[in-house]
């Protein structure tokens, strides 16, 4: 039994060691094969080397500048010096002030609202200034640009609009924020600005008006002490795109001032305005205004030749046109603050609701008159003492028809020199004896009533009292 134990741990060292001599021969093998590879790569790699530097200084098409931003020695940062300064001060803090030379170039005036009284313009606006803290050696003399990263870390006017109620930096893409820097130090910084500001309106004589607004610029912290506020290029500082129009208005004039702007707690500040002037065009309220008023006052001196006793025709259309003129003036003054001074377009609107109106009037007086005639007429002959003996006349109604004329003493109508005329003769015989042969104490009384008169005056007197209104007007206004 012990020897088969025996022979049994012979046979597992022999296994064992034929395993191990055949592990080191291969790992001999191993480390002769890439002892190999080694030299024989080595010069075809040195060879390939060679022969791509020789293909590069060969080749004028792969030269390139050398990019400076690959260099952590030439960051924009270490070459302005930014962390060696302190920037949250002036340049030149302690000295004279700092001149800031100021350009804008309008890109769009966007809107004037009467109701709100401002306007929205949209414009670049660029500052000139130097700081020598920002001058940086350079070969070329050619300037660096940046993007408004770069803005947060250095010193910048603090502009602001003032008046302004809303405004924002336009952010489309990215901040629209250019800084560009010379070598000497002179800074550039322009950035694109929407504002809406307030202006001063006068509509006294609105819609034949001429407004003249201004946007003002100055600085917040800084007074005339520290920093100079001016236009770089006196008016040429401000350029004006060509296309910019507007629905209501003509852009007539862009000009510049600068005055300086007192604040008792604070100083003396150089301000800087943008001033233009619009005037309105007349045409589109010409359609909206005055056109239908005009011809509203026209329709009512219609009735002026429609029949006096036509009461269901006349009536109407003065109420008509009386409601269409409140219509037209109500219309205008919703679109159009609450001022507590009259417009020009509320004189003419309202002379022109006073013109029909007292075309209604004119009417009630015609209907009143001969509503009066005829009582009277009633009146004196019922007053005839034989009225049964004598044929009676036709009554007169209100919306009849018959032939004004002379009534004789038998009460017959017969028309006054063979035509019809606008006035009644009313001669009626209020006592008679009659004898044999001849007549006694004859007595008569004649009273002449003329209403027609009041309609043939006013076909002349309204058209003629609106043409020269209408004269007067336009020539103050226009």
Partial sequence: MLTVHKMHFSIFLLLWGWVLSTECRVHRQGKEIHEVYKKGSRPQRQRREAHSNGHKQGSPILKRSPDITKSPLTKSEQL??????????????????IPVGVDVQVESLDSISEVDMDFTMTLYLRHYWKDERLSFPSTNNQSMTFDGRLVKKIWVPD?????????????????NVMLRVQPDGKVLYSLRVTVTAMCNMDFSRFPLDTQTCSLEIESYAYTEDDLMLYWKNGNDSLKTDERISLSQFLIQEFHTTAKLAFYSSTGWYNRLYINFTLRRHIFFFLLQTYFPATLMVMLSWVSFWIDRRAVPARVPLGITTVLTMSTIITGVNASMPRVSYIKAVDIYLWVSFVFVFLSVLEYAAVNYLTTVQERKERKLRDKLPCACSLPQPRPMMVDGSYNDGDVNELGHYVSENGDKQDRMM?????????????????????????????????????PGAYILFNLIYWSIFS
């Fill in 159 to 175: 502009m602001f609009f003032v008046h302004s109620k809303r405004s924002f930096i336009h952010d489309t893409t990215t901040d």
């Fill in 426 to 462: 009313v001669q009626l015989a209020l006592g008679s004896e009659r004898g044999s042969g001849r007549r006694k104490n004859q007595r008569y009384v004649s009273m002449r009533i003329d209403t027609h008169a009041i309609d043939k005056y006013s076909r002349i007197i309204f």
């Fill in 80 to 97: 302005l010096r930014i962390d060696d300064h302190d920037f949250s001060m002036r340049p030149g803090f302690g000295g004279p002030a």
